[in-house]
């Protein structure tokens, strides 16, 4: 099992930043991919970035590319989402996630685990 806790969601202005994090406790963490997906109030859940096992491969969704960096620290068990350039369409709960598998994914099903979320909110 891996239990996973995000935090440093909240609100921000439009242009602004956040920066999310993400605490994995519980079987080996480093020998797993990590996500992190959102979902957008009366949407679907839909991936937001990946990064592999090692931190040496990540994947971006085309809506944050270039304003979003996924992280992480294996000796701290933690996976991060610095997010820059906010816009309103980047509101949504983020979810982060954990899957038995060493390759960053873009597809919700491979990840075994999930975190409660954490809402972000842009204002305009």
């Known amino acids: 099992q891996v239990q996973l806790v995000e935090s440093g969601g909240g609100l921000v202005q439009a242009g602004g930043s956040l920066r999310l994090s993400c605490a994995a406790s519980?079987?080996?963490?480093?020998?797993?991919?990590m996500a992190w997906f959102r979902q957008p109030p009366g949407k679907e859940r839909e991936f937001v970035a990946a990064?592999?096992?090692?931190?040496?491969?990540?994947r971006y969704a085309d809506s944050v590319e270039g304003r979003f960096m996924i992280s992480r620290d294996n000796d701290k068990n933690t996976v991060s989402l610095q997010m820059n350039s906010l816009k309103p369409d980047d509101t949504a709960v983020y979810y982060c996630?954990?899957?038995?598998?060493?390759?960053?994914?873009?597809?919700?099903?491979?990840?075994?685990?999930w975190g409660q979320g954490t809402q972000v909110t842009v204002s305009s």
């Open positions: 996630a954990a899957r038995s598998g060493p390759r960053a994914v873009v597809t919700a099903a491979p990840y075994d685990y």
């Open positions: 990064i592999s096992w090692s931190g040496g491969s990540t």
């Open positions: 519980g079987r080996t963490f480093s020998n797993a991919a």
